[in-house]
């Protein structure tokens, strides 16, 4: 069965330095791979998706993703991290029939 | 995105009272969802709908059903509340196509005392 794993719950970030957010994915195809992330009180609001075209992928606010199908990752980087990019950032794969599989979260915290 | 909404935004209710959830989307997507979220488990898919007579079961439809009555229009609903369905509910809606992108509401919250 499809599944994704994202390997840190809570990461901790000082304003300016990079953000790394690490996401698994486990399919016996090539999937879409989608990163989405939730303001505090908002709605999912997707930053970037990879649909087999170039696998290093760039989204919006900086952000960017690259595939790698031999370490079945999609690493979420941005190189300087912004007070605004608090918030919880998801993983998600597309699971057939147009459907999403989750990972559970990482909730990102940009201090002074 | 305000293509997509969701009422209500908030809400109280009780241990066996049935409520609904409704969605509303502008976009024109054919396509429609409902998930929930809960803290360290992502979001789960509970029913979707290709069409408006296409209807099928997510992950977690136990205690749970919809009503497609439009294109736009997508409505969740709990006919017997429990406290184990507090949580928040995210309606969605995509194109027809495949690796399409989900557009989410903005989440009706909903607590079951």
């Known amino acids: 069965a499809q599944s994704v794993t994202q390997l840190d719950s809570h990461v901790s970030v000082s304003e300016g330095t990079p953000v790394l957010l690490r996401c698994n994915y486990s399919?016996?195809?090539?999937?879409?791979l989608f990163w989405y992330v939730q303001h505090p009180n908002k709605g999912l609001q997707l930053l970037l998706k990879y649909t087999s075209a170039a696998t290093l992928v760039k989204g919006i606010n900086g952000f960017e993703a690259e595939f790698k199908k031999s370490e079945t990752s999609f690493h979420l980087t941005k190189p300087s991290a912004h007070m605004s990019d608090a918030a919880e950032y998801f993983c998600?794969?597309?699971?057939?029939?147009?459907?999403?599989?989750f990972g559970a979260g990482t909730r990102l915290a940009v201090h002074p | 995105d305000a293509d997509v909404t969701q009422t209500p935004r908030n809400r109280i209710t009780k241990t066996g009272k049935r409520i609904m959830l409704e969605c509303s989307q502008t976009?024109?997507?054919?396509?429609m969802y409902w998930y929930r979220q809960d803290p360290g488990l992502g979001l789960r898919l509970i029913y979707y709908s290709f069409d408006v007579k296409d209807i099928n079961k997510g992950e977690i439809s136990d205690g749970y059903s919809v009503s497609r009555q439009a294109q736009a229009k997508f409505s969740l609903s709990l006919e017997s509340a429990i406290p184990n369905q507090t949580a928040l509910y995210f309606c969605?809606?995509?194109?027809?196509?495949?690796?399409?992108?989900?557009?989410f509401g903005p989440g009706t919250r909903l607590l079951v005392l």
């Open positions: 399919s016996s195809y090539s999937p879409s």
């Open positions: 976009k024109g997507h054919d396509r």
């Open positions: 998600a794969s597309g699971g057939g029939y147009n459907k999403l599989i």
């Open positions: 969605a809606t995509q194109s027809a196509g495949s690796q399409e992108t989900q557009y």
